[in-house]
């Protein structure tokens, strides 16, 4: 079955510094990868689309300029926090898929 | 646009108990729909999805979810529930011509179990 991969699982970083998170598709390709946050005890909430080889479509509210998306190739999409502040810290989760929708194990950032 | 409704925010069940988990969703063709379990501090995992044909869907651990398209819903159900069913759980849906479609969540319903 499709498995996705993100790493780091945990991170702290000092505020102001930047923290890049990674998410694979190990066993198959995903032109299309989707960057979902979820604050302690809510629901999962869609923050941008990932397209391998093109710009990353955000959804209302979430600041491109924070958290920047690259996927330069069919198997890895990369989300950095950009100058992370304490507000930032969150879980930040990833998911692609060919009919089933997998999601990876998810990030837990801290800012401190 | 598409939403959906998990008006449990939690419920506790005893061990053994059946289980039923409620979802509405609201959108305008047929839906793709999802459950998802997750423990704390964890990713998601599917149980089970819908995109046509039967509307009894079988998932993994003994779920099963009905689409009942006139009650736009799609409640999840276990027979016999296990302290390891403890959990948090989410409905999602999401749509398209395409397999890469955005989903949206519901706000979760959190699971206790009971001895």
């Known amino acids: 079955g499709a498995v996705v991969s993100q790493h780091p699982s945990r991170v702290i970083c000092k505020s102001g510094t930047s923290v890049k998170i990674e998410c694979r598709s190990l066993?198959?390709?995903?032109?299309?990868m989707f960057w979902y946050r979820q604050f302690p005890k809510q629901s999962l909430m869609l923050m941008a689309t990932?397209?391998?080889?093109?710009?990353?479509?955000?959804e209302q509210g979430v600041e491109k300029d924070k958290f920047l998306i690259n996927h330069a190739s069919l198997t890895l999409s990369t989300l950095t926090v950009t100058s992370a502040h304490p507000e930032d810290s969150s879980f930040y989760i990833c998911?692609?898929?060919?009919?089933?929708?997998?999601f990876g194990s998810g990030t837990r950032l801290t800012v401190v | 646009a598409q939403s959906v409704t998990q008006p449990d925010i939690h419920i506790t069940v005893s061990e053994g108990a059946s289980l039923e988990l409620r979802c509405n969703y609201s959108?305008?063709?047929?839906?793709?729909l999802f459950w998802y379990v997750q423990s704390p501090g964890q990713g998601l995992q599917l149980l089970l999805k819908?995109?046509?044909?039967?509307?009894l869907v079988q998932g993994i651990k003994g779920f099963e979810a009905e689409f009942k398209r006139s009650q736009s819903s799609f409640n999840l159900r276990k027979p016999s529930v296990h302290w390891s069913d403890a959990a948090e759980y989410f409905c999602?849906?999401?749509?398209?011509?395409?397999?890469?479609?955005?989903?949206?969540f519901g706000t979760g319903t959190r699971l206790l179990v009971s001895p």
């Open positions: 998911s692609a898929g060919i009919d089933g929708y997998t």
């Open positions: 066993d198959f390709q995903a032109t299309t």
């Open positions: 990932s397209n391998e080889g093109s710009k990353a479509t955000y």
């Open positions: 959108y305008g063709a047929t839906p793709y």
């Open positions: 819908y995109f046509s044909g039967d509307t």
């Open positions: 999602a849906v999401g749509g398209g011509d395409t397999g890469f479609q955005k989903l949206v």
